[in-house]
C-alpha cells in the first residue's frame, strides 16, 4: 500500500470529475529496496477495496462490506489474485525492457499502470481509461473512442505501433471497461453504499517544531474527501500568502484522509494570537470543528518558554507602576521632612544588649524609616 499512495498523484484527475470510479492500479518495481516487486489495488473512488502483493501472494479484501460481498461470491477473490499473478509477470518482464530502452541499469524504477471506469450518474454516461505511467510520467494510454493508443514520449513510438495492430484486445479492453467494469460498481455500491455515505469527523491538532516557527493545523481521518479548511482572524478567512500554505489532502491506510494548513506565526505579535483560529467543517455536517491558536495546546518536542497573555502583562505593569508611585511618595515625603529640619527615626542595633533604641539623630549605621 504505500507504493500505491506514492503514486497516486500520477492519475489524480481520473477520478474528479465524475460521481463513482472504479479503478486498478498496478506497479512494478526495480531496485526499491523494502518494497514488493509488485503490488496491485483496487480503489472505489478514493478508497482502497481490494490488495495484492508479490511478498503475501494473495489478494485481501480491506474493507469490511468487501468481505460481505466476497461471502457471497467468493470466486471474485480468486478471480483477481489470478489476474494479478498473470500481471505479476508481464510487468516484470516489461519493467525489464523499459530500462533497456530507456538505457537505464541501476536506481529505482517504478511501472504503473491504472485501469477501470468512470460512471456520472447524473447523465448516465460511462467512460474507461487504461493508462502506462513510468518513472512517474505518463508513458502510453489507450483511446477507447479511437481504438488506438497514444504515446506522448517518443520511447513509446514502437510499443504504440504494435500494440495498435492487436485489434481483438484492444475491442475486449473497450468491452470490459465500458460494460463489466460498470457492472462491477454497482455491485460494489450496493454493499458499500452505507460505508460510502458515512460522514466521519477529524481529529484536529496544532503542532510545531519550534517557537519561531509556523504552526501546523492538521486535520486527520475525516471522510470524505469534502470539505473546506482555512485559518481565519476575528471571524474572516486568513488569505494572504505570506502567513497561510496549503498542503495537499492525503490518504490514510484505512480510507480516511489528512490535511494540513500552516500559519506563519513569525510576524504575530504575542497579543494576537487569540484572534486566530483553525476551522475544519465537512461536507453535510453542522457546525464546524475550530481550534484556537493557543500555546497551550500546540504539540511540540521543542522546550518552550511561557508566553505572557495581554492580562498577564497588564498585571505585571499595573504592579510595576504601583511599586514605582510608591517609591516616589516615600521619597518625597523623606525629602519634605529633611527640607524642614526633621530627623527621621532610626533604630540601632546596640552592641551593649542587643536592644533596639530609638535614636534622634541616629549616629553610625542604622536602617532609617520615616517618622510618624
Known amino acids: 500500500m504505500i507504493m500505491f499512495l506514492f503514486i497516486l498523484p500520477l492519475f489524480s484527475s481520473l477520478a474528479s470529475s465524475v460521481n463513482v470510479s472504479l479503478s486498478y492500479f498496478l506497479i512494478a518495481t526495480s531496485g526499491a529496496p523494502n518494497l514488493p516487486e509488485f503490488v496491485g489495488v483496487v480503489m472505489l473512488n478514493d478508497m482502497p477495496v481490494g490488495y495484492y502483493d508479490s511478498n503475501i501472494k494473495r489478494a ?12 457471497e461470491e467468493p470466486q471474485h477473490l480468486k478471480w483477481y489474485a489470478a489476474q494479478c499473478l498473470d500481471h505479476q509477470q508481464d510487468f516484470n518482464a516489461d519493467i525489464y525492457n523499459l530500462k533497456r530502452r530507456f538505457n537505464q541499469s541501476g536506481g529505482i524504477h517504478i511501472l504503473q499502470r491504472v485501469s477501470g471506469c468512470e460512471v456520472d450518474y447524473d447523465t448516465g454516461e460511462v467512460s474507461g481509461f487504461n493508462r502506462y505511467g513510468y ?9 477507447l473512442e479511437k481504438k ?20 481483438p484486445t484492444i475491442e475486449y479492453m473497450k468491452h470490459f471497461y465500458l460494460n463489466e467494469c460498470p457492472k462491477l460498481l454497482e455491485k460494489y455500491m450496493r454493499y458499500g453504499e452505507t460505508f460510502l455515505h458515512r460522514r466521519v469527523p477529524p481529529k484536529v491538532s496544532l503542532l510545531q517544531k519550534t517557537p519561531r516557527s509556523p504552526v501546523t493545523c ?39 484522509f489528512q490535511r494540513s494548513v500552516t500559519l506563519n506565526v513569525s510576524s504575530i505579535p504575542d497579543a494576537e494570537w487569540e484572534e486566530y483560529e483553525c476551522v475544519f467543517k465537512l461536507d453535510g455536517a453542522e ?29 505585571g505593569v499595573l504592579a510595576l507602576m504601583l511599586l514605582l508611585a510608591a517609591a516616589i511618595a516615600l521619597s518625597v515625603r523623606i525629602w519634605r521632612r529633611q527640607r524642614d529640619g526633621e530627623h527621621p527615626k532610626c533604630f540601632r542595633l546596640t552592641r551593649r544588649n542587643d536592644d533596639v533604641e530609638n535614636t534622634d539623630p541616629c549616629p553610625g549605621f542604622c536602617l532609617r524609616l520615616p517618622a510618624g
Not at 61 to 71: G, R
Not at 150 to 166: M, Y
Not at 227 to 248: D, I, P, S
Open 60 to 71: 485481501e479484501p480491506k474493507q469490511d462490506w468487501v468481505k460481505a460481498y466476497l461471502e
Open 218 to 256: 492538521h486535520a486527520t481521518g475525516f471522510y470524505p474527501n469534502e470539505f473546506v479548511m482555512f485559518w481565519r482572524r476575528a471571524g474572516h478567512e486568513v488569505q494572504e500568502t505570506a502567513l497561510v500554505q496549503h498542503w495537499e489532502t492525503l490518504h490514510n491506510h484505512d480510507g480516511t
Open 148 to 167: 488506438s493508443w497514444v504515446a506522448p514520449r517518443k520511447e513509446a513510438f514502437t510499443i504504440k505501433e504494435r500494440w495498435d495492430v492487436e485489434m
Open 287 to 315: 457546525d464546524p470543528v475550530v481550534t484556537k491558536l493557543d500555546e497551550a495546546v500546540i504539540m511540540t518536542n521543542y522546550p518552550r518558554t511561557p508566553r505572557s497573555s495581554p492580562a498577564a502583562v497588564a498585571v
Open 135 to 143: 518513472n512517474g510520467e505518463d508513458f502510453i494510454w489507450l483511446d
